[in-house]
């Protein structure tokens, strides 16, 4: 059976309670889509926490090289990074107790997302945050599932 995301509502409510969001592999270029999600993010009220090699700043934000250096809770980790580095990523989130696990869009690996879920994450695979963010606010419906 093939892997399956939350539905809608679902997604939307993860959304909605998230205060701290662990980026990995957040690019401190501009250019990169990892870095203009992660600032629409942070301009919508999150707490951005970028994850990538070599530490320095991005966003105004400390950079830690992995997961397990970040000294305090976060409630998301969003990935990234290649397909091919995903199980490794679901490994240091399940070691650091991570609540929830977002796969950006084109970020595929349906074994290791479903091992996260076995293992009690929330997950959600090949999807955009900023995309769903959006929708959520461009739904009055919706907007009652969030805060932000």
């Known amino acids: 059976m093939a892997f399956q995301n ?16 662990a980026v ?14 992660a600032m629409y993010m942070q301009s919508h009220g999150y707490r951005i926490v ?11 934000e ?15 980790v969003d990935v990234f990074r290649a397909s091919r580095f995903v199980a490794a990523h679901v490994d240091e989130a399940l070691a650091v107790g991570a609540p929830a696990l977002w796969l950006q869009e ?3 690996d349906e074994a290791a997302a479903q091992r996260a879920r076995d293992a009690g994450l929330t997950v959600v695979m090949d999807r955009c945050i900023l995309k769903e963010h959006r929708k959520l606010h461009s739904d009055p419906s919706l907007r009652a599932l969030t805060q932000k």
């Open 106 to 108: 084109g970020v595929i």
């Open 50 to 60: 970028p994850v990538r090699p070599g530490g320095g700043t991005v966003l105004g």
């Open 24 to 37: 990995v592999g957040l690019s401190p270029d501009p250019d990169r889509p990892s870095y203009s999600v």
């Open 6 to 21: 939350p539905a809608p509502h679902e997604m939307h409510q993860l959304i909605g309670r998230l205060k701290t969001i």
């Open 62 to 76: 400390t950079a830690y090289d992995k997961l397990a250096d970040i000294p305090f809770a976060v409630d998301l």
